[in-house]
């Protein structure tokens, strides 16, 4: 692609150097002009949107500022970095942001990349069974949250249908028990989104050529050596991207857990974004949450950083 | 279904272990016989496994969408059995009507409407305009601007929200008030905080640019040559050519701007202003019965998904399309 283009580059250059015709300027400033009022509007509202507040991130962490306060902000130096050292609700959600990612990751991946698998076939049905595995995707967390929270009740669907099959059962309460709360919520969020990254392993699926199993057949290669030596390898770039979308989904676990638990029982549940945003909204401390999402972004980075290198290194 | 998909990819570990054992030791004696009752076998099972799969996922909507019709004792009755997952008992729209009664729901639900349209349609002219210059103009320092929007895509949305709810606070804002024009301060529990920051995205100029790079720019040279300007080269020749980009962008935009949740829950405090959301929670917390909360919900989750199965292609492609790039 980049050949193709950069060939077809040339020719309007030569057309441009040529006089132009019938009073259509078409000079290289003219071009850039153009260029440059249509490139504007989206350029602007991205920096008033993204870049400032980007920036502010790394300003106001450095202050007092409030939301709503009748005095400017004033420059504090690192103590919002130091309070948050000595808040034990921070590394209870440092801790629980971890754990949740620590675990959706990886289940989350393989149980999609197991769903792909499954609907990959050229079978009738198939289209039926990838739009179902969809329609969690479609539907918003927040109705979801509110769902699953009936479900788990201790009066819910999940306790009828377990003392249905196991009749001498205790009922749990799922949400308001500190060893389950967070168990429940990863199951719930892996239930909704594993079907996005379902049709993406499947486009990764779709782009190995058909030859690559016909030769593996004349090897011998069936059943797990098929996986392992034809498909596994030519999923790389999609595993890559899988790996790296989930794991910033997980990071910013915060709607589940808002609509849910608020955090609870005893910040069992509580996560990063969730504090931030708690101590931001609620509190209106815009200072200390703004630390706070300074350390959530850079926990995103490294993270992230991390997986990028890793899965380079292995190409 | 074994000549595409390995078949030992199996839902769960049972087809694995069975296809294995059914094989491996009969290869000797029948091999051809053997395998392919295996395989016979190991297909009955994938689609066993897809069937209870399907069920998994579509389960807890349909219990959704059923007990939105029934009143919390015939919720609760049904609960152990196959009737949770029926319309059958005690059926009416009275959660429904309850809904309308207790809160200004037709209110709420043309906020979102009305926020989802503007943002998707504003956003399609924004970032495909922005691609169009970056992709068919020449111009110094494009390849540093291209670069710097794609750069932007790693800052997930939830590290910049709370300085931005500053920002947006200190943003000069324009009050119509009768024939008064008014300048405020702030742009705190108005629309266009819902609708602006969102309108620019990186990910949709990266779309639209990879698409605009793959149409032919002998068409914008024939044009040219007809006398046509920029402007009615990008109305004219490339966006008519970019329908599947176009369909992508408008889904990858309406999806989130419907489901938004965090943004207007920190920007938004009155109710006139509230998007479906946000009103779900609030309507949460009023104490009504779970039937009511469950019809709420379907309300909201019903034209989506009639949305979705009728664009289910382009839907489940252009998420596809998205992740292959990326």
Sequence with gaps: MALATGA??????????RPSRGGVRTSRGHEARTAAWMVAPAATLLVVFLVV?????????????????????SFVGLHNFTTLWGDPVFWASLRNTVVFAAVVVPVQAGLALVLALLVNAKVRGTNIFRTLYFVPVVTSMVVVSLLWRFLYQEDGLLNAMIAVV?????????????????????????????????IIWLSGLQTIPGELYEAGDLDGATGWKRFRYITWPCLAATRTFILITITIAALSLFTQINVMTQGGPLDSTTTVVYMAV????????????????????????VVSGVQRFLTRDKD | MATVTPPHAGPSPSPTADDRAATAPHAAPTARTGRQAGRRRAAWLTQTGRVLLGLVFVGPLLFLFVSSLKPDLQIFKDLGSWRAFLP???????????VFDRVPFARLLLNSIGISAVTVALGLVINSLAAFGLARLRWRGKQLVLTAIIATLIVPFETLALPLVWWVNKLPNLRAEGFHLELTQGWLDTYQVQVVPFLANAFSIYLFYQYFTSIPTELDEAARMDGAGWFRIYRRVVMPLSGPAIATVAILTFLPAWNSYLWPLMVVQSEELRPVMIGIQYFFQLNVSWGQIMAYASMITLPVLALFLAFQKAFIGSIASSGVKG
Excluded: E
Aim: glycine share 4%; hydrophobic share 50%.
């Design chain 1, 8 to 17: 077809a580059r040339l020719r309007p250059r030569s057309t441009a150097r």
């Design chain 1, 53 to 73: 507040p980007v920036v502010l991130a790394f300003v106001l962490a450095f202050t007092n500022a409030r939301l709503i306060s009748p005095r400017p902000a």
């Design chain 1, 166 to 198: 196991h009749p001498s059962y205790q009922p749990i309460d799922w949400l308001n028990d500190t060893r389950t709360a967070l168990p429940a919520i990863i199951l719930m969020s892996i239930w909704q989104a594993v079907g996005f990254h379902m």
């Design chain 1, 278 to 301: 708690r101590t931001g909204y609620q509190q209106l401390a815009t200072g200390y949450a703004s630390a706070i999402s300074l350390v959530f972004f850079v926990l995103v980075l």
């Design chain 2, 88 to 98: 059958v008992g005690d059926i009416s729209l009275d959660n429904y009507t309850a």
